[in-house]
């Protein structure tokens, strides 16, 4: 029964710090006002320039010329949003297989290659993309840029590769099955956007992961990865024309194709609701709730965003320690007002899923 008791407690205090305070309270903590704004000041940007190849790829060169280094981003415009519906998991898998051997270089090669520049490379994806990042000092660029270029032009997807892979893909997920956090969001997800890409796990399930074969990791590469439907960002210790030369060299023998449209289906309506998982032994209690949000390209996306930051852990509700406080307040008050704004829904009238886990 005391577990019981503080269980409810903690959930009231979550609830606490993230309701609006109600019209006419009056708080005594803390006794001072907001302190004042700094003076404003100008942010400076380093320079840059912006070159297309001829292939179609984008590169952004930003000259940073305060160490020898240089750092660099490929990204691919292709994620989760590409893969197919039935086998989540796609991108992920790719990803984590670029820097595992090329057609030309083993995995061995690759990470003897980098260690000996003294540099560092990186691969990833999300629902939008692929990437594939790293830094080095400035005389290994050329390096540096041709393995990224190996890897997304000629992965080799060796079959043992595949298999260890796939069997750490679902090691993963058996820890992530066990993490109430973990699973409200990925129900939380599938509520709000439903079959749209964007409800899938980008991670897969244990189906997916099982079902996945080499010819869906080649088909999406061959489909996708291509330098159209890429960006090269390069940041460091070089001139404009010593990056563009780089990348000409690197990338300017990758072949262009055309790239497929993107017809994703539309998320479902949103709709009031409470879904309660139970898990028996759980330590903890995790709740989500709220609905779709605004597109990144409406005029009040970055008000809006600035408000759920200050109000959250990198856009998560947290408990406030002084809940009354007049600046917990004022912060979730713009969070409200900026919503209220752009949805034309005041906080009592939305219609978003309630996740709670417990």
């Known amino acids: 029964m005391k577990m019981r008791a ?21 708080s005594s903590w803390p006794k001072s006002g ?8 100008p942010v400076p ?7 297309t190849l001829a292939n179609g790829l984008q590169v952004v060169v930003v000259l940073h010329h305060e160490e020898p280094s240089v750092s660099f981003r490929l990204l691919i415009r292709a994620g989760a949003m590409q893969e197919p519906a039935d086998k989540p998991g796609v991108a ?9 051997g090329t057609t030309t270089r083993s995995s061995q090669e690759i990470a003897n290659a980098i260690e000996s520049a003294g540099g560092a490379v990186g691969v990833g994806s999300g629902n939008e993309l692929s990437f594939v990042n790293g830094a080095v000092v400035k005389d290994q660029v050329d390096l540096v840029l041709g393995l990224a270029s190996d890897m997304v032009q000629h992965p080799a997807f060796a079959p043992e590769e595949i298999d260890r892979q796939r069997k750490q893909m679902l090691s993963s997920l058996q820890v992530s099955y066990d993490d109430p956090d973990y699973i409200a969001d990925l129900v939380f997800n599938r509520l ?11 991670e897969g399930t244990p189906q997916s992961i099982g079902k996945i074969t080499r010819d869906d990791l080649v088909a ?3 489909t996708w990865f291509v330098p159209n439907n890429a960006l090269l960002a390069v940041v460091g210790d070089l001139t404009a024309d010593e990056a563009f030369a780089a990348a000409e060299k690197a990338f300017g023998g990758w072949a262009r194709r055309d790239v497929p449209p993107v017809k994703p289906v539309d998320p479902p309506a949103p709709t009031r609701r409470v879904v309660v998982i139970d898990r028996p032994g759980s330590a903890q ?9 605004i597109a990144h390209n409406h005029p009040e996306y970055l008000p809006l965003d600035i408000a759920i930051r200050e109000t959250s852990d990198d856009g998560r509700p947290i408990t406030v320690s002084q809940p009354d ?9 713009i969070a409200a007002r900026v919503w209220e704004k752009v949805s034309g829904e005041t906080p009592a009238r939305r219609a978003g899923p309630r996740i709670v886990v417990e």
């Open 92 to 100: 992920s898998f790719v990803a984590a297989l670029l820097n595992q």
């Open 192 to 202: 709000v956007f439903g079959f749209h890409p964007y409800g899938r796990p980008g």
């Open 45 to 51: 940007f380093p320079p840059y320039q912006i070159k």
């Open 285 to 293: 209690t995790e709740i989500r709730a709220g609905q779709l949000g």
């Open 34 to 41: 907001f302190p004042p704004p700094l003076p404003s000041r």
């Open 325 to 333: 406080s007049p600046y917990a307040h004022t912060f979730r008050a």
């Open 220 to 222: 999406f590469t061959r």
């Open 6 to 26: 503080g269980r409810l407690f903690a959930i009231a205090a979550l609830v606490a710090s993230v309701a609006l305070p109600a019209h006419g309270q009056q």
